[in-house]
Antibody, heavy 119, light 110 residues
C-alpha cells in the first residue's frame, strides 16, 4: 500500500526547534518530488517546501532560512528541520508526494502531524 | 508567493450541480494546469483531479474538471450529502518553483 506517515510534531516554545519525519511505504521517496504542506487551525493549505528528485530544494518565503528539507534514501524517509519557530508556524504539517511526470499533482498525503508553537 | 483565487463558499441543493472556480495566472494554472483536492474536517486532503481533467482511480465520475486560460473549474453533479467538504485547487508555479494553493471553497449541501 502506498502510504505516508508523519511524526515528530508537538509543543515547542517560540525560537525553538523541531524535526518532522515522514515515512514512505509502497514507493521510493528519492524517485519522486516530495513536499511539506501545512495548514494552520481553521485555515487553508500552505505549501512549505519541496525536494526534487535530483536534490534541489525550494522553500516558501515564510520559512526560507529557518526550515530545511532533507531525505534519507536508505530509510525511504523525508524530513523537515524547523528552527527559530514562531507562533505563526503553528499548523498541521503534511508530507505529500508529487510524481511530477505522472500526475503533476500532490497525489498522496500523510495524515499530518501537529506543531504548536507557544510559550 | 501569491495564491490562487477561489470563492470562500458555495451552497447548493441536494442533487443539484455545483461548479467551483479557481483563478491563477499564466505561470501556474495557465501554464501547468490545475489539480483539485477535497478535504473533510480533521482529515488530510484527497486528490480529485489532476492536469485539469484527469481523475485518479476510485474518484466518482460526478467530479469533472476543466480549464479555460488561467481559470480552472471543478463541477460536481448530482450533489450528495457526502460532498459537503472543503475544496482546494493547486498548481505548480514554474517561475517560483513552488506549489500554490487556492484559499479553499467550503461547499454546503442544502
Amino acid at each position: 500500500e502506498v502510504q505516508l506517515v508523519e511524526s515528530g510534531g508537538g509543543l515547542v516554545q517560540p525560537g525553538g526547534s523541531l524535526r518532522l519525519s515522514c515515512a514512505a511505504t509502497g514507493f521510493t521517496v528519492s524517485l519522486n518530488y516530495m513536499n511539506w504542506v501545512r495548514q494552520a487551525p481553521g485555515k487553508g493549505l500552505e505549501w512549505v517546501s519541496i525536494i526534487f528528485i535530483e536534490g534541489s530544494k525550494y522553500y516558501a518565503d515564510s520559512v526560507k532560512g529557518r526550515f530545511t528539507i532533507s531525505r534519507d534514501n536508505s530509510k525511504n524517509m523525508l524530513y523537515l528541520q524547523m528552527n527559530s519557530l514562531r507562533v505563526e508556524d503553528t499548523a498541521v504539517y503534511y508530507c505529500a508526494r508529487d510524481p511530477a511526470a505522472a500526475t503533476g499533482a500532490l497525489d498522496i498525503w500523510g495524515q499530518g502531524t501537529m506543531v504548536t508553537v507557544s510559550s | 508567493q501569491a495564491g490562487l483565487t477561489q470563492p470562500p463558499s458555495v451552497s447548493k441543493d441536494l442533487r443539484q450541480t455545483a461548479t467551483l472556480t479557481c483563478t491563477g495566472n499564466s505561470n501556474d494554472v495557465g501554464h501547468q494546469g490545475a489539480a483539485w483536492l477535497q478535504q473533510y474536517q480533521g482529515h488530510p486532503p484527497k486528490l480529485l483531479s489532476f492536469r485539469d481533467n484527469n481523475r485518479p482511480s476510485g474518484i466518482s465520475g460526478r467530479f469533472s474538471a476543466t480549464r479555460s486560460g488561467n481559470t480552472a473549474s471543478l463541477t460536481i453533479t448530482e450533489l450528495q450529502p457526502e460532498d459537503e467538504a472543503d475544496y482546494y485547487c493547486s498548481a505548480w508555479d514554474g517561475s517560483l518553483s513552488a506549489w500554490v494553493f487556492g484559499g479553499g471553497t467550503k461547499l454546503t449541501i442544502l
